[in-house]
């Protein structure tokens, strides 16, 4: 439909073609705007560990960070990594986001939740009461040994490298105590060592390194034990790292240790999956006593299933938006350039075939009568019975009812008289070839 056509539809034509084109951009707008969700939610529920733990402390550090955002981080408490991950799968609690140690299983990719990487290392430390040296968990056989509580990441990883050593069953005696009553038993003689992962500022371990007559335990086989599991990693505690002056520690320790990945639900909105992931960066990004600045946040230190977003935000960095406006200023336009964007696509197009699509609807109501009268042509003959030449009046005279009684815009007005016009030629023509023959015919 040319722009001449368009000017010559009356105004309710008009009306009508403009009204379709909006309701159907209203829609796309609506359907967009549920699907996109422009503004995120102004809390989020993070899952961290024990009180005293890394994964409280780390709760604390994202609570300030997206408190500047204008988000408040509602921090749950739990025994630690097993149960966190729990809480994460389980669609009926409210969790959105926590912190879940590499050992405790792997998140299928079909379930509910993603990584934004891995944040940490956190070392395996145990912690003994002997007179001699020990390199081993082999060497823990036949002692008292406290594996943390029930649902913590620490027993389950214990449980596993104790199996592997040897010392999982009797005579060996475990014991499921917090770590506060872990550190009292420990002091009094009443068990024989403490394993317990965390980082370097797990209350627990501060507390043990400074404690007299507890011993560090350097794996010999450090190596060896990481053969066992993908998820484990050798790290060094170096000589000295915790007090250069000291010389403390007096030599290099060697730990096993999984990674802390934090783990988010796929719904998510992804402005606070961004901010977690920018404070992540923050966080974790410096160095600590067993890695080196830059080493984490990372994403090849796992293999669960990995946020799309989380892969864009370490591929291509931070974004401008995000960078140089207030947060919820680079919300709302992020999310409106998603949303416009595919729009723009679809509707664009749509709007340039809307008219074509209206000569389309006014034109099929006649163009098949078109189809008949040109087969009411080809079937003129000449001498034709009466009966033929009047079954073809009634066809004709039936088209020009039809073309009388079609509701059509004005602006096509002039293709319906034009065929009412080559009614009437079919009709001379049919009369010329029936005229009866004269004596002028007959002679010639």
């Not at 371990?205 to 350097?218: A, F, I, N």
């Not at 990995?306 to 709302?332: C, E, H, M």
């Not at 009568?369 to 001498?383: A, C, H, I």
């Amino acid at each position: 439909m040319g722009r001449g056509k368009i000017r010559e539809l009356s105004p309710r034509a008009l009306t009508v073609l403009f009204a379709s084109i909006l309701l159907i951009i209203l829609i796309s707008l609506w359907v967009g705007y549920s699907y996109v969700r422009p503004f995120p939610p102004d809390t989020l529920v993070m899952c961290t560990g024990m009180e005293g733990g890394s994964y409280a402390r780390f709760g604390e550090l994202y609570r300030k960070i997206l408190a500047q955002n204008g988000i408040r981080v509602e921090l749950r408490p739990t025994s630690g990594a097993v149960e966190n991950l729990n809480l994460l799968a389980d669609k009926s609690q409210k969790v959105d986001a926590g912190f879940v140690q590499g050992t405790v299983g792997k998140i299928e990719a079909a379930s509910n939740l993603v990584s934004l990487g891995s944040v940490s290392y956190t070392p395996l430390w145990v912690f003994y009461r002997a007179e001699d040296i020990l390199d081993d968990l082999s060497q823990l056989k036949g002692r008292r040994i406290a594996i943390g509580p029930q649902g913590s990441g620490i027993q389950k990883f214990a449980l596993e490298l104790l199996k592997v050593a040897g010392v999982a069953s009797p005579p060996a005696v475990l014991y499921e105590y917090p770590y506060p009553a872990a550190l009292s038993a420990l002091k009094q003689g009443n068990i024989d060592a403490v394993m317990v992962t965390g980082q370097t500022d797990h209350q627990l371990v501060l507390e043990l390194l400074r404690t007299k007559d507890v011993k560090l335990m350097s794996f010999s086989m450090a190596e060896a034990y990481t053969r066992f599991s993908p998820d484990l990693f050798h790290v060094v505690l170096p000589k000295g790292v915790i007090n250069p002056a000291n010389k403390f520690p007096p030599s290099d320790f060697h730990l096993l240790s999984p990674t802390t990945n934090l783990i988010v639900r796929k719904d998510l909105h992804p402005a606070l999956v961004y901010l977690l992931l920018k404070a992540s960066m923050e966080i974790h990004g410096g160095a600590s006593w067993v890695n080196k600045a830059g080493e984490f946040p990372s994403l090849g230190k796992q293999d669960d299933p990995i946020s799309d977003q989380a892969r864009r935000f370490y591929a291509k960095g931070g974004s401008v938006l995000y960078d140089n406006l207030p947060f919820w200023a680079a919300t709302f336009l992020d999310r409106i350039i998603l949303l416009v964007v595919p729009l723009a696509v679809i509707l664009v197009p749509l709007i340039g075939i809307a008219p074509w699509i209206y000569t389309w609807r006014n034109r099929s109501k006649y163009y098949k009568l078109y189809n008949e009268l040109r087969n009411v042509e080809k079937g003129l003959q000449v001498s034709m019975p009466p009966e033929n030449i009047r079954d073809i009046h009634s066809r004709l005279d039936r088209i020009e009812e039809a073309l009388n009684s079609i509701r059509i815009s004005t602006a096509f007005l002039d293709e319906v008289n034009t065929m009412k016009e080559h009614v009437q030629v079919v009709r001379k023509k049919l009369v010329r070839l029936n005229l009866p023959e004269t004596p002028e015919d007959i002679k010639s």
